[in-house]
């Protein structure tokens, strides 16, 4: 992964092929085409848990958004041409020394292209640039293949499920917990 600034953004490029992604600071006008990419209250919880309801979306986001220095820092990836491409949140946890990872997502026009590897190899990188991460965490239900994939080859290990942890219109969801510490990190970055 090579790193360079530019315009307004850190651009993370692929060992190989083509593709490269920028990352920048979210901001308030992403999050009308952040919301297109939901299609259900299926999908909004998949991608978000149940915090979020998908009618009321776009006003979460606003609302969230304007309260973010206390949430958390979200984070607008973005192609070369500057659409908006995908999505993450890192928490930091300055008492605990731990952040969790969390609204991970590719816009649906994106996926499938190894978009969703630079984007979370970049999150890796805020978040253990940062001295305060011991540990990052995230959560992920147990049928979301795609995105268990993609973190496992980046190091996270299962830690855990919470059996049963969320309803979703009649049927409860497993949500299984992973974890990456920094030694982990460290050691696969060489
Ligand atoms: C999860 C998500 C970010 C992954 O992005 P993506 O672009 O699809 O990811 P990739 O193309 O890197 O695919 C990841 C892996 O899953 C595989 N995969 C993709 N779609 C798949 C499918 N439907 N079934 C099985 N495997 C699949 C890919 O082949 C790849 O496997 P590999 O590591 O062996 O090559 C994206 O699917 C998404 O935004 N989903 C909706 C929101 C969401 O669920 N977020 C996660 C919240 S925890």
Redesign the pocket.
């Known amino acids: 992964m090579v790193m360079n600034a530019e315009s307004g953004a850190i651009w993370f490029k692929g060992e190989s092929g083509n593709s490269s992604v920028g990352v920048r600071a979210f901001e308030a006008q992403d999050i009308g085409e952040l919301c297109t990419w939901f299609g259900s209250e299926a999908?909004v919880v998949?991608?978000a848990g149940p915090k979020l309801s998908w009618h009321t979306l776009e006003k979460e986001l606003h609302d969230l958004f304007d309260v973010s220095s206390s949430a958390g820092d979200f984070f607008s990836v973005v192609n070369k041409a500057g659409d908006l491409i995908?999505h993450f949140q890192l928490t930091r946890n300055r008492r605990t020394h731990q952040t969790d990872l969390s609204r991970?997502?590719?816009g649906p026009a994106?996926?499938?292209?190894?978009?969703?590897?630079l984007m979370l190899q970049a999150a890796l990188q805020f978040a253990f640039d940062d001295p305060i991460t011991h540990r990052l965490e995230?959560?992920?239900?147990d049928f979301?293949?795609?995105?268990i994939?993609?973190y496992e080859?980046l190091g996270f290990q299962v830690e855990g499920v919470r059996r049963q942890s969320v309803h979703m219109k009649g049927d409860y969801w497993n949500t299984i917990v992973m974890g990456l510490l920094r030694s982990e990190y460290e050691t696969r970055k060489g």
């Open positions: 999908d998949q991608w995908g991970v997502a590719i994106y996926r499938n292209k190894g978009y969703a590897d995230l959560r992920v239900f979301n293949v795609p995105a994939k993609a080859r």
